[in-house]
Each structure stands twice: as C-alpha cells, then as structure tokens.
C-alpha cells in the first residue's frame, strides 16, 4: 500500500515538471513564430495610374489613407509654363525630384529634401513647341519619395512620362511603397513574385491545432512519443 500511494506522487511531480517545461517551450516556440510572422507581412503596394499633371494640380496618396502625401502641379502665363513636385507635410523628395532610372535603391542615405521641384518647362516660343527641364522627353522614368506613416519614415516611388498624350504633357502611370518602415525601395518593383508569395505561408506551419499537440508529445516524453 505505501508504494501505491507514493507512485502518484511521483507521477504528478514528474508531470508538473513536463508541463513546466512544456509551457517554457511553448512560450520560445510563440516568440518564434511572432518573429517569423513579422517579415512576412512586409510587401510593396503598387498602383497603377493613367493621371496628366494639370494647373488644377493632381494629389498622391501613395498609401491610400485619406491624406495627400506629395502635390503636382503646372503653373505659367500664356504660352509657356511648368510642372512642379511639391511634397506635402514633412514628406521629402529624392535627389531634388530629378528623374530616375529603373533599379535604383530609393532607402535610407539617400539625399532626400523638402520644398517645391521644377520638373519640365513647355513653351510654344517662335511659333514652334519645345520643352526643356530635367524631366523633358522622359518615358517611364522614376520620383523617388520619403514619407509618413503614422510617425514613421516609409519609402516609395512614382512613374512619370512626358508627351503620353501630347507634347504639353507630363503624366503619372503608377506608384508604389514599401509598407515596411525604413525598408528601401526600388524603382520599377511593383511587388510581385517574392513578395507576393512571402505573404502565402503554409497553413500547416501556423495552424494552432497542430502545434501545442507536437510540443505536448515533447513534454511528455517517451509517453507522448509513443501516442503518435
């Protein structure tokens, strides 16, 4: 009779033991997965645009939230004028918004600035069209931008073409932001491929159910083993 009343004992003692250490690897396991899921939520959104800058201005809201991040407009008198890149709030533009190639890293060390950007000069002078400016003739070339979320520095990008429509004409044909704070980016991505599948995790991975049973079978022990 005494060995059956201690061989309970020694079992609870051995299974508040397996517990302790059960929950101490449940815990690590969630920090893990947390830490896992972050990165994952990290992707470009990317918009696409068929917008003319015009002297009413045209507002971007690169991360659709209601508020205006960067204003372009055109301004002039008679049969010259110009389109201008104006960032709103404390939101900068990127090398003085002077046109970008594809590939180029938009990110942190970047020279970014405040204030009102020429971009292109039109002008119909001597009876013929000309324009002049760091954005004349360009096609599909890049604006890069630093700006708010919620306090936090984001990075993005505009596309712009002069002439889509006319030679009078410099327009917006898609933007994009990195939803990542300080996470640089890169011209021309438009988020598919790898970020778009980063988002898509094995559902057998992160399911609830079936990962507190495998740390359950661990802080059993051989008992738990065995039930598999």
């Known amino acids: 009779m005494p060995t059956s009343k201690k061989q309970p004992e ?10 302790l250490a059960y929950v101490a690897t449940a815990g690590a396991a969630g920090v893990g997965v947390l830490a896992m899921t972050q ?20 507002y971007l809201d690169l991360n ?15 049969t010259e004028w110009n389109a201008y890149a104006a960032p709103l709030k404390f939101n900068k533009l990127m090398n003085h918004a002077n ?19 020429w971009m292109v000069n039109f002008c119909i002078c001597s009876g013929s069209f000309g324009s002049v400016g760091p954005w004349a003739g360009k096609e599909n070339d890049y604006a890069g931008f630093e700006f708010n979320i919620n306090g936090a520095a984001h990075f993005g990008w505009a596309r712009f073409s002069t002439g889509i429509s006319g030679l009078d004409t410099i327009t917006l044909t898609g933007y994009a932001y990195e939803t990542v704070s300080l996470k640089p980016i890169v011209t021309g991505d438009t988020g598919g491929g790898d970020e778009d599948s980063a988002d898509q995790s094995d559902p057998a991975a992160a399911s609830p159910e079936s990962q507190p049973a495998g740390l359950g079978r661990l802080a059993l022990g051989a008992a738990g083993r065995a039930a598999q």
Request: net charge negative; hydrophobic share 35%.
């Open 10 to 19: 020694t079992l609870n003692s051995q299974l508040n033991q397996r517990l």
């Open 39 to 58: 990165p994952a939520n990290a992707k470009i959104v990317y918009t696409p645009a068929d917008k003319e800058i015009s002297v009413t201005g045209l």
């Open 64 to 78: 659709h939230d209601g508020i205006p991040d960067y204003e372009f407009h055109t301004s002039g008198l008679g």
């Open 99 to 117: 046109p970008l190639a594809a590939g180029v890293t938009v990110g942190p060390g970047a020279d970014f600035g405040g204030g009102e950007q």
